[in-house]
């Protein structure tokens, strides 16, 4: 395995990044400080392209600065539609230039994502408040928020899981509270239930779930947790199941650590494409961006299995605050 940078931009300003591609490949959106880049793609080798040859194909289409400060954002499953957190929650139109097709005011939203099939959204931030909104409206000015989460701290995180069945949505948040939270979310009764609670040692930073069910997160003591909720992926609902059955993922964990005490996990990101999405990016404060293999997980896919910790040294340094 072996990687290569295709593209590199400086952007000026606050350290703090928050990246995402399109689903569709076509453009890459980056919020830093109170700017938004848009880097969009071409094909060098297409009949009527204007890139010259041997190139990228990358350029910066379009900055945009007047949004305020960016925490971060996501991209609708059609790739149309960009939701940027910051003092406000923006909904932006590719089809109209990226501009602003809608603006909700509110406390300082730190994060959001969007379901995988694109029916809702969620936000996170300062008020301790999830917000997730049913986004099917063919209208952006139709969205609608369906219910609220009440949270014991302020959220930095949140992941939709892949979808299993049709009806059954699960979501992760974490923050301030040292914990992470698993929803349940029934979208046809549109009911919400707390499936479990994973109390870890510091502020959670970052979250993505794999395909298999994997959950990595990432926390400010310097470690990463893998934590395996497969068995989600069942179909059932859990108010049908026991006790036993919920509380799997405790139990169910690989943790990573790397210069713990000195350095904070900002980001961790399931490389796509990979085989069971097994590569994981991890970035920290210490400046080290790495990609590690855990093919051999073991202890990560049994029922009662032990937690294992994994040392491990940074082999980079690159300043990393978002990885995508």
């Not at 099939?117 to 969205?143: F, P, R």
Request: with cysteine; glycine share 8%; net charge negative.
């Amino acid at each position: 395995r072996s990687f290569i940078t295709a593209y590199e931009m400086v952007l000026a300003g606050a350290s703090s990044q928050s990246i995402k591609w399109s689903p569709n490949g076509s453009y890459v959106v980056v919020g830093s400080g109170d700017s938004l880049a848009v880097i969009t793609k071409s094909n060098p080798s297409s009949r009527n392209s204007t890139i010259p040859p041997r190139t990228s194909g990358f350029a910066v289409r379009k900055v945009i600065r007047d949004l305020g400060r960016i925490n971060g954002v996501s991209i609708h499953k059609g790739s149309r539609y960009v939701a940027v957190s910051g003092s406000a929650t923006w909904i932006l139109d590719t089809v109209n230039d990226f501009m602003v097709a809608q603006r909700w005011v509110q406390n300082e939203s730190y994060a959001n994502a969007w379901c995988p099939d694109g029916t809702w959204l969620a936000t996170v931030g300062k008020n301790h408040q999830i917000q997730i909104l049913d986004t099917t409206g063919e209208s952006v000015s139709s969205w609608r928020v369906v219910f609220t989460v009440e949270a014991e701290g302020a959220c930095n995180a949140l992941a939709w899981a892949p979808s299993a069945v049709e009806g059954l949505q699960y979501m992760a948040y974490g923050g301030e509270d040292q914990r992470v939270t698993i929803i349940e979310i029934r979208t046809i009764e549109r009911t919400w239930e707390t499936v479990l609670e994973v109390e870890r040692n510091g502020v959670i930073h970052g979250l993505d779930w794999n395909n298999s069910g994997l959950l990595a997160v990432a926390i400010s003591d310097g470690t990463v947790s893998i934590i395996d909720l497969s068995y989600l992926r069942s179909g059932w609902a859990v108010n049908e199941m026991d006790y036993n059955w919920q509380r799997q993922g405790i139990t169910c964990f690989t943790e990573l650590r790397r210069n713990q005490g000195r350095n904070v996990m900002r980001a961790v990101k399931w490389i796509p494409g990979t085989l069971e999405e097994s590569l994981l990016a991890v970035g920290g404060s210490d400046g080290a961006l790495e990609v590690v293999d855990l093919t051999e997980r073991r202890s990560c896919k049994a029922f009662g299995s032990a937690p294992v910790e994994t040392d491990y040294t940074p082999a980079s340094s690159n300043n990393c605050s978002s990885s995508e």
